[in-house]
């Protein structure tokens, strides 16, 4: 049964006594997919054969089930880089406020690929936008010709960034 491991209800009485539904009502984590999930949060590179090893599955469980968690977009697994070191000098966050359908305009906004973060909010802006870019001319361009460009977006407030403190992927499975 470990293999079966998002599922609405587990038919294995020991993962269902330990799953828990997502907050968002998607499928049930058993403690087992949790526990996969924190080893290749730790190190995504992190070999089947290890990661069974610390859950108490063979390579092929875990293989089986880590697919399983990609094709349900349970989760990613990515390569993170420091934008800095990557050539892109300028990172911002951006609050925009619309007039109208928000939906649209941040469906707009995530298609443009210096905008890394996009993310509907309650409070002062409607959407949050992080913005990825070369240098402030850049930057200017994005906001100034692309960003307010679209329609319905009623104003925009930018936060440059200064210097990153903390950026982690690290928060587990709580």
Not at 63 to 76: A, C, E, F, T, Y
């Amino acid at each position: 049964m470990h293999s079966d491991v998002v599922a609405s209800r587990s038919a294995d009485p020991k993962d269902s006594k330990d799953s828990r539904e997502s907050r968002s009502g998607g499928p049930q984590l058993d403690a087992v997919s949790l526990a996969i999930i924190e080893q290749l949060q730790e190190d995504g590179r992190r070999p089947y054969a290890a990661i069974g090893k610390a859950v108490g599955l063979s390579e092929a469980a875990v293989r089986q089930r880590v697919q399983k968690l990609l094709d349900q977009g349970v989760m990613q697994i990515v390569a993170v880089t420091d934008p800095l070191t990557v050539g892109f000098r300028r990172q911002a966050m951006v609050g925009v406020n619309v007039e109208g359908d928000v939906e649209s305009v941040a469906d707009a906004l995530a298609a443009m690929s210096e905008c890394e973060y996009v993310v509907m909010t309650a409070g002062s802006f409607d959407l949050m936008v992080e913005i990825v870019c070369e240098d402030d001319d850049h930057l200017l361009e994005v906001i100034n010709k692309r960003i307010r460009a679209v329609p319905a977006v009623r104003s925009t407030e930018s936060f440059v960034y200064l210097k990153l403190k903390k950026q982690t992927y690290m928060w587990g499975t709580r």
